[in-house]
């Protein structure tokens, strides 16, 4: 079939979809590739992006259960990759923390939660998508809410977001215990990804005085002394993260997420693995 400029347009839609599946870019980039490719061989359909939407989330759930045992044997805590990019993109993927979070769900779950909540669609293209009634896709959607314990939040303000970060940076350079009493909530969360490849928390830490231990003390080894790093502003899945660079190198060393609740940092997601530090285009 003809490659049309409707279809082609559609491309951005199915990597989201792929993407927030299955947390990995090449691997969703794979998929949407595979399904245009497919896509030739086909001789006529009336509404391709449902036709494209369930060959997406089809295969996406078929992958998805492939790549659960490979998980399973990660070193340490399996964070999703991040999508890095040096401007806020105008249609930004979902939401990074909300990305981690859906590790929570089964395959369906995550399909239908996906094109509900992060694409809006109505039930019956749901449904038609992933092969449920839409009184199961209600249903499923209900059971997503409760696993993720997650309430709906606003849209991140940017200036403020920006402000927090830097002044966390601050206080874990000057090894200021009180200014990071002030920015931590008390029940701070941080998880760490180095893949193997890199040094990072190998479980996830929980509470203020674990989390400020953990980060004092990294601060305090000794390939961390000295004035060897830099701060470069970024953006992961389209909020303000940061970026940290090696300054003999411009290596990056890691990407730094926070989850914010007005003046103070919920929760801090540290990716290390260099496999997972690829910049990308807007």
């Known amino acids: 079939m003809e490659t049309t400029t ?15 599946m299955l947390g990995e870019i090449e691997e969703a980039e794979d998929i949407v590739q595979d399904i245009y490719e497919k896509w030739l061989a086909i001789d006529h359909v009336k509404e391709p992006k449902a036709y494209m939407g369930r060959m997406v989330v089809n295969k996406s759930i078929k992958r998805l259960n492939e790549l659960k045992t ?14 890095i990019t040096t401007e806020a993109p105008e249609s930004p993927t979902i939401e990074y923390g909300l990305l ?10 995550r399909a239908v939660f996906i094109l509900r909540e992060s694409f809006t669609e109505e039930y019956s293209y749901i449904a ?5 009634t839409m009184e199961n896709c209600r249903q ?14 606003l849209p991140v303000d940017f200036e403020k977001h920006h402000a927090l970060i830097e002044a966390f940076l601050v206080s874990l350079l000057n090894q200021d215990r009180s200014s990071l009493e002030q ?4 029940d701070i969360e941080l998880y760490g990804d180095g893949g193997g490849k890199k040094t990072a928390a190998l479980k996830p830490i929980f509470g203020f005085e674990k989390v400020q231990k953990f980060l004092l003390g990294v601060m305090q080894l000794p390939e961390n ?26 290596e990056v060393d890691s990407i730094q997420y926070f989850e914010m609740d007005g003046s103070v940092i919920t929760r801090i997601l540290f990716v290390r693995n ?9």
């Open 225 to 250: 002394q000295g004035d060897q790093f830099e701060v470069m502003p970024a953006f992961v899945n389209g909020v303000p993260a940061a970026l940290i660079l090696r300054k003999a190198d411009k």
């Open 183 to 186: 920015i931590l909530r008390s």
């Open 128 to 132: 038609d998508l992933t092969g449920l």
């Open 274 to 282: 260099p496999d997972k530090l690829k910049f990308r285009t807007v």
């Open 140 to 153: 499923t959607l209900h059971r997503t809410y409760e696993k993720l314990g997650r309430k709906p939040k």
């Open 100 to 109: 981690y979070l859906l590790e929570r769900l089964n395959p369906v779950e």
């Open 6 to 20: 409707e279809v082609l347009q559609l491309r951005p839609y199915l990597f989201k979809i792929a993407y927030s």
């Open 70 to 83: 490979i998980r399973e044997t990660y070193t340490g805590t399996w964070l999703p990759e991040p999508y």
